[in-house]
């Protein structure tokens, strides 16, 4: 099974990637969905995060703006935050991608944010950034319901670059472009891991993910 690992920062189209892959028969695993699925009621990160930030946990479940808020109070919390969910998230990852190739599955499309930030990029067969110019991520990003522009600086302050990311990609889709030469590209990169004679650039990788 080829594992992409497909990121980008916020605005950039990654949602909208990841569904043309899925299209076209790759299994898509959320890095965000793991997180929400964590912090529902009875998932394995209620605890320690109620634990680790009082008054965080209601009716049971991680209240995420509470969460936001004991975030902001701390510049350590974070990292304090990072250290319990990460590897619950890489246990649920782990779990899903061996039962997909139980099932066959040739490829699996892995949508993690923070990829390089999260060392994810060492586990996956190629690297797939999604992109856009600047000024379209920003307009995407503002018109989502209670953003702010302090919000959207403070989110991409925790992001790699954009163009650090591009740097160290082995596939770039620039959703900039329209729907359709994003499609176009998808296809492309499909087409091209699928193809037997194709060899991982990660090649420590790709001899775990199969």
Do not use: C
């Amino acid at each position: 099974m080829i594992l992409l690992g497909l990121t980008g920062s916020i605005g950039m189209g990654k949602s909208t990637t990841t569904a043309m892959f899925a299209d076209l028969g790759a299994v898509v695993w959320n890095a965000d969905d793991a997180v929400h699925r964590l912090y529902a009621p009875g998932g394995a990160a209620v605890g320690p995060v109620g634990d680790a930030f009082p008054g965080v946990v209601v009716d049971g479940a991680v209240d995420r703006t509470r969460l936001a808020e004991a975030l902001g109070k701390d510049d350590t919390a974070f990292r304090r935050l990072e250290a319990i969910v990460h590897p619950l998230v890489a246990q649920g990852r782990a779990a899903d991608l061996e039962a997909s190739r139980t099932a066959g599955v040739k490829l699996a499309v892995l949508d993690i944010p923070l990829l390089f930030e999260t060392g994810g990029n060492r586990a996956v067969d190629a690297v797939v950034v999604v992109t856009a110019d600047p000024a379209i991520q920003a307009e995407r990003v503002l018109a989502r319901p209670g953003m702010t522009r302090e919000r959207f600086d403070a989110i991409l302050a925790r992001q790699m670059p954009d163009a650090e990311k591009r740097a160290r990609a082995d596939f770039v889709i620039d959703t900039g472009r329209g729907l359709e030469a994003a499609r176009a590209e998808v296809e492309a990169i499909v087409a091209a891991v699928l193809d037997p004679s194709w060899i991982s650039p990660r090649r420590d990788a790709a001899s775990l993910s199969r």
